[in-house]
């Protein structure tokens, strides 16, 4: 009896060995849980945590409100930002937001690349220098088609 309660034992503690490499892999790529596999981003400004929304009580209003007191700690201005995207991703850009990612002021910039892909690119509002890029998720145009 005890040697199976060894064996078990061990397998419980390789599994949690393994789920923790997952997580401990997971953190060094920037990606956290939770985050629906966004890299974790830090920008070089400060953004004040009253900033910080919650998606279930965004609003057209309280974008154009957070968007006012990021604007005034932001070192760049969009135009720069849009350049430091397209440089990073050639292509059109689509849209551009000045955000509170993460404690951080940053510009989201959507561009659509060349290849046809739309790539979110993540540029610091301190600096200009690209913190992440990545492939957009189509699930907010889902709902346009035939339109």
Do not use: C, F, H, W
């Not at 830090?42 to 965004?58: K, M, Q, R």
């Amino acid at each position: 009896m005890t040697m199976k309660k060894i064996i078990a034992g061990a397998a419980v503690a390789a599994i949690l060995t393994v789920g923790a490499s997952g997580a401990a892999i997971a953190a060094q790529q920037g990606i956290l849980p939770g985050q629906e596999n966004e890299p974790a981003v830090t920008g070089s400004v400060a953004a004040p945590a009253e900033t910080e929304t919650n998606d279930a009580n965004e609003s057209p209003g309280n974008d154009a409100a957070e968007a006012r007191k990021l604007q005034g700690l932001a070192s760049i201005d969009q135009a720069a930002a849009e350049k430091a995207a397209l440089d990073a991703v050639p292509g059109e850009i689509k849209q551009t937001e000045l955000d509170n990612e993460n404690g951080s002021v940053v510009y989201s910039v959507e561009v659509m690349g060349k290849d046809g892909t739309l790539q979110e690119v993540t540029v610091d509002a301190g600096n200009g220098q690209v913190l992440s890029q990545g492939a957009e998720d189509n699930d907010a145009n889902e709902g346009s088609e035939g339109s």
